[in-house]
Every structure is written in structure tokens, then in C-alpha cells.
């Protein structure tokens, strides 16, 4: 984003509509007591429609910093933020609302409980201007959506780690915010709970439809909750759309491990074919000497120039004989390199001339009764191999 284009009109397309509007600009770091520090930058510029909005990104990516300037607890050096249409920030026209003021919901990764406070007053902490009996049906009813009125009488020291992560949710929600901050609040706990929460938290919204910005760097989470991902890298949203066209489609490089891309090949692109639809990348095996010809969607490439192909683990296919009469065009010999166990997965490393990780099921090893130093064939479909550009890391 360039600094003469923060203050205005958001262009993003799912700003019509939008419920929470953010185009900002933030510097971090720089000269600090004659020291010199990377600086870090954040660029952001979306839109937020009612529902769940992911946030992914790395550590230190600055999505927290992001929510940061939307709760007000940042202030950015430009832009603009409104909720609503009410403009909570806009350093054109000098207006920055108070964190209290600003109508949003806050969970934070550590929570932030009262140890010393039961259950019901962490609850109701945000409540303090209701008449009592506005705070007990608030807190009664957000106890029971989320299921937790049987610890109302507890401390938080006296309570289950997924039983405090929904004392925070109910806490955040009980207050009825017109938008609702999570950072990263399910970290700590297991998988079964989390997956009951998320589901909570799907029912409340349902009811509720409030924007709400949920900040991971967990794959699952983002499949369970986001019917949008936005990806951020070092300040700067990269890709941002559906799960399923963010994450399982990547078209950045950074993005390919969270697509479960486990396979990233760099290779020349030898032969172009329009009339089909796709092209042909040779790559080179590291020391081997050896070349590979893999056929993948045309891209916007050039005979010549140099490509990354991602392609997922369990995208591709092994068999013990050669197969014949298949729609997939990239048949390739090799040899079980590795084999390993890894929960449920068979993780097999299959020398080809060019490496490539498999995942396999534990009965389809069996079946085929697959070992080390074993002759095989790898079958890839077109359609599986991603285009991402080995220079920038975005596909053309």
C-alpha cells in the first residue's frame, strides 16, 4: 500500500457490504538508542463481512499488531478504521475512539483472567454499568452457550484449560461487541476441545453475525472456522480469499506449507502446450544429475524460464507395476528410498532421479507390500502440481 492511497476509499472487493473497514499503516523497529533494528512495517488494507475472517501467518508476521490498531491499543501512523461506518481511526481527520469506546470484543492468547475473581465476575467484569439483574441474564445466558455455568462459582486456578478458554470467549461476548479480536485463543488446548469450542463459537455467531477476525498459524483451525483467510507475511497481506483458494491452492511460496505442499521442485520450463492447457518443467535431481519431465497447468510462463512446482504428499500415487491407461500424465519410475510411520501416515521418500515425499495409509503399504529399496511408479496428475514462481513466490 502507498502512503498517498491510505485515506482512500477502500477498493478491496468485499468492501460492499463490510461491517469492519481497515486500510493502516504501521512502522515498527528502526533507530533505537544508536542501535540499529530491522524495521518492521504493517501494510493492511481489507474489509470484514459478518462472520469468521482468518488471519494466517507465521509468528512475527503481525497479525497480532494488526489487532492491535483495530482494538485500539496501537495507534497506527496513517489510515483508517471504521466499524459500522462509525470511523473509529483516521489520521486525516484526527480521530482515534478509546479502547472502551470502540464497541470491540478482545481475546487474548493468554487469556488475561482474574485469579481472584469467580467465574460469574471475570464474566461480568465488562458489565459494571447494568443494573444487576441485566448482568446476572447476561452472564447466565452467555454461560450456558458456551457451557460453562457449572464453573460460575469457581476461580479460574479451579477450572479446566478449555473451561478457561470459554470463561474468556463468554467474557468478550457478554458485553455484546459489534466485533470480536481473537488471538490465537484455542493454542493450548487439545484437539477434542477445541473442536467443541469452535463449534460453540460457530452457533453464537449464527445467532449473533458480528465480524470476527481470528488470528492462527493452526492449518485446522483454518478449514474448522474461516469462510475467509487472509494470509500475512512481514506486514503484508500475500493472498487472501477461501480456504480453499488461500490454503489448498496456494499461489505464494510461503503459502505452500500450509497447503500440505510437501514437494517443492524448481524447474525450466521446456515446451509450452496452449492448445492443451499445459506445459512442461524439467527439473534436476541435487547431485544426481538426473532430470525429471513433469507436465503441469500452462502458466504465464516462458520456455526457459525457471519455476517452482509444489505438489502435495498425498496427491501422488504408487505402484509396484508400471500403469497403463491412465488420464494422469506424469508416470515415473523410482525406488522407496525411506520408509516411516508417523500416526497414521506412512511417510515413503521415493528417488525418482528428483526426490518426492509420499503419504501413504498403513493398509495401503500392507496391500502393496511396499520396503525399502523397492522398484515402484509414481503417478501425479496434472492438476496436482502448483505453479509458484521461484523468484518473487507468486505463481504468474
Not at 460469574?120 to 452467555?142: F, H, M, P
Not at 506445459?279 to 525457471?306: N, W, Y
Not at 496427491?315 to 508417523?342: F, H, M, Y
Not at 495401503?364 to 523468484?391: F, M, P, R
Amino acid at each position: 500500500m502507498k502512503p498517498e492511497s491510505v485515506e482512500k476509499p477502500l477498493q478491496n472487493a468485499e468492501s460492499a457490504g463490510a461491517e469492519l473497514e481497515i486500510q493502516i499503516s504501521k512502522k515498527f523497529g528502526g533507530q533505537t538508542g544508536g542501535e540499529s533494528r530491522v524495521a518492521f512495517d504493517i501494510e493492511a488494507d481489507f474489509a470484514l463481512t459478518r462472520g469468521i475472517t482468518v488471519l494466517l501467518g507465521h509468528s512475527g508476521a503481525g497479525k497480532t499488531a494488526i489487532l492491535n490498531c483495530i482494538a485500539g491499543l496501537i495507534r497506527p501512523d496513517r489510515g483508517r478504521i471504521a466499524l459500522q461506518a462509525e470511523v473509529l481511526f483516521s489520521s486525516e481527520e484526527n480521530i482515534d475512539l478509546p479502547v472502551e469506546e470502540r464497541g470491540i470484543g478482545y481475546v487474548f492468547q493468554h487469556l488475561a483472567l482474574f485469579p481472584h475473581l469467580t467465574v460469574w465476575k471475570n464474566i461480568a467484569y465488562g458489565l459494571e454499568r447494568l443494573s444487576r439483574d441485566e448482568q446476572t441474564r447476561r452472564v447466565g445466558a452467555i454461560a450456558e452457550a458456551f457451557r460453562i455455568r457449572h464453573t460460575i462459582e469457581k476461580r479460574p486456578g479451579e477450572i479446566s484449560g478449555g473451561e478457561k478458554q470459554r470463561v474468556a470467549l463468554a467474557r468478550a461476548l457478554v458485553t455484546e461487541p459489534r466485533a470480536l479480536l481473537l488471538d490465537e485463543p484455542l493454542a493450548a488446548v487439545d484437539p477434542g476441545t477445541k473442536a467443541r469450542i469452535i463449534e460453540d463459537l460457530r452457533n453464537w455467531n449464527a445467532a449473533h453475525q458480528i465480524p470476527i477476525l481470528y488470528v492462527t498459524h493452526n492449518r485446522e483451525e483454518v478449514f474448522a472456522l474461516g469462510e475467509r483467510v487472509i494470509a500475512l507475511e512481514n506486514g503484508r497481506i500475500i493472498a487472501q480469499g477461501t480456504p480453499a483458494e488461500v490454503v489448498r491452492a496456494p499461489r505464494h511460496v510461503s503459502l505452500a506449507e500450509w497447503s500440505g505442499l510437501e514437494n517443492r521442485l524448481e524447474a525450466q520450463v521446456v515446451a509450452l502446450h496452449e492448445d492443451q492447457g499445459t506445459m512442461t518443467c524439467r527439473a534436476q535431481g541435487a547431485g544426481s544429475g538426473k532430470q525429471v519431465d513433469l507436465e503441469i497447468p500452462l502458466g504465464h510462463s516462458r520456455v526457459g524460464e525457471f519455476v517452482l512446482v509444489g505438489i502435495g504428499a498425498g496427491d501422488i500415487l504408487v505402484a509396484t507395476r508400471r500403469p497403463e491407461a491412465l488420464s494422469a500424465r506424469n508416470v515415473l519410475q523410482g525406488k522407496i528410498a525411506s520408509l516411516r510411520r508417523r500416526d497414521v501416515t506412512v511417510i515413503a521418500q521415493v528417488d525418482c532421479g528428483v526426490g518426492f515425499e509420499v503419504h501413504l495409509t498403513p493398509g495401503a503399504q500392507e496391500a502393496l507390500q511396499l520396503g525399502t529399496g523397492q522398484d515402484v511408479w509414481v503417478v501425479i496428475k496434472t492438476y496436482s502440481c502448483h505453479l509458484l514462481n521461484a523468484g518473487s513466490g507468486i505463481a504468474e
